[in-house]
């Protein structure tokens, strides 16, 4: 039973336009969110996450979106650079058990000059 | 700061043989992970130990043994491993705050198992 989905397994944008990455979760107990990257041969990198009382958070070029009725969030980042390109995991924890984060399945980012 | 430091970062191990992972952090973090990560696919959690003590293991097979010597320090020890078994092993660590519990993770350990 996947929790955290992430229905896209690829994107590709051109560089200097809006990337938009998303997920979508089926427990509605999950209250924290997070975004990570990941490059080839190397450990996710945390990026950015929001909290179940927020409906957005905003980091630099990356914002995160969360919209609790529909159980989906998404990652936007403007604008795309080709460092950019990675994969990239949501994941979903919930207060009862915050040492258990559920990742989806992540989403293969490609951004062209 | 965010730093966890993993060794080695390539291991090479015989299905005989036995090895251990070694996993570092100096954030002051209160729990530490292990994940394994398959290629092309999301990481999954093995173990997690919390103030030193071992809060969830995931139904672990016991040819992989954590163990927490202190609380910046996270080993595990590999024995009579099989092929199936290689895979980027994560470490990680973690301290709660207002928001939630941001997990952050080292570069990970390959290993393959021949």
């Known amino acids: 039973d996947q929790q955290v989905k992430q229905n896209s397994p690829s994107l590709s944008v051109q560089e200097g336009r809006i990337s938009i990455l998303n997920c979508d979760y089926t427990?509605?107990?999950?209250?924290?969110f997070l975004w990570y990257k990941k490059y080839p041969a190397e450990g996710p990198t945390f990026l950015i996450s929001?909290?179940?009382?927020?409906d957005k958070n905003e980091d630099g070029r990356f914002t995160v979106f969360l919209n609790k009725s529909a159980k989906h969030l998404s990652l936007h980042i403007v604008p795309s650079q080709p460092g950019d390109s990675a994969v990239y995991f949501c994941?979903?924890?919930?207060?009862?058990?915050?040492?258990?984060?559920?990742f989806g399945t992540g989403t293969r980012l490609q951004v062209f000059p | 700061d965010t730093e966890v430091t993993q060794t080695p970062k390539h291991l090479v191990m015989g299905m005989t043989n036995k090895k251990s992972l070694k996993c570092e952090q100096h954030?002051?973090?209160?729990?530490m992970y292990w994940y394994k990560q398959k290629a092309k696919k999301p990481p999954e959690l093995m173990f997690v130990y919390s103030y030193e003590k071992l809060s969830i293991n995931e139904s672990v097979p016991s040819r992989f043994s954590p163990e927490c010597p202190n609380s910046s320090l996270l080993n595990l020890h590999l024995h009579a491993l099989q092929p199936e078994d290689s895979a980027l092993y994560l470490c990680?660590?973690?301290?709660?705050?207002?928001?939630?519990?941001?997990?952050?993770f080292g570069e990970g350990s390959w290993l393959t198992v021949v």
């Open positions: 427990n509605s107990m999950f209250d924290y």
């Open positions: 990680a660590s973690s301290q709660e705050d207002r928001a939630g519990n941001t997990i952050y």
């Open positions: 994941a979903a924890s919930a207060t009862y058990n915050t040492d258990k984060l559920i």
């Open positions: 929001i909290s179940s009382i927020k």
């Open positions: 954030m002051g973090h209160r729990a």
